[in-house]
Structure formats: C-alpha cells, structure tokens
C-alpha cells in the first residue's frame, strides 16, 4: 500500500500563486505516476495534471492553460504542483493519487486526504 498526504492549500487572492505538495510513503517503488486532481462544490473530480515517476513525462489538463507546473523528487518521494494566476474558478480541494497512469479518477487506488484551495475574486 502508499500513503499520501497532500498540503499547500489555502486562500489567495485572483491572480496569485499557490504551490501543493504531496509526500508518499509505504510501497512507492509501485508508483507508476503522481496525479492531482480536484473536485469542485457539486461537481465530478477532474484531472488537473500528472507526471510519470521514472521519465517524468508531464500531462495538464486543458483548462491549466500554462499556468501550473508539475515536478516530482524521486529522492524524497514528493511531487508538487505549484499554480501561478490562479483564478476563481481553481477553487476546488485538490488531491494527489497514485495507483495508475491515467487521468480517470476510478483508476486510482490510492488518495490523499485533500487540501483546500480557495481563490478570491
């Protein structure tokens, strides 16, 4: 099994930055890739972006439009997700996943417990 636990979340204004981490432990010599996803008020979980552990190859969703950027430290077993111009409708509590290497939530096995992102108009 692999445990997550995500953090970074919090309240910013329009246009400011956030950075999420996420630090595994457990079995991660089974991590295939880190995900971030999140989930909306009455809304379905999303994909928001992934990165594959060993050639670190990074997938975004559309909607990131260049503003976040994924990185993952094999070392210390953590991927980040930090987000510049943030906007209103980023406001979602956001989780890492491992598990599989694909962008469907019901893939994934393995969740982190969510950290809150709130952006202000």
């Known amino acids: 099994q692999v445990q997550l636990v995500d953090s970074g979340g919090g309240l910013v204004q329009a246009g400011g930055s956030l950075r999420l981490s996420c630090a595994a432990s457990g079995r991660t010599e089974s991590i295939a890739a880190m995900t971030w996803f999140r989930q909306a008020p009455g809304k379905e979980r999303e994909f928001v972006a992934r990165i594959t552990w060993r050639g670190g190859i990074k997938y975004y969703a559309d909607f990131v439009e260049g503003r976040f950027t994924i990185s993952r430290d094999n070392a210390k077993n953590t991927v980040a997700l930090q987000m510049n111009s943030l906007k209103p409708e980023d406001t979602a509590v956001y989780y890492c996943?491992?598990?599989?290497?694909?962008?469907?939530?019901?893939?994934?096995?393995?969740w982190g417990q969510g950290t809150q992102v709130t952006v202000s108009s």
């Open positions: 996943a491992v598990g599989a290497n694909s962008r469907y939530p019901v893939d994934y096995a393995y």
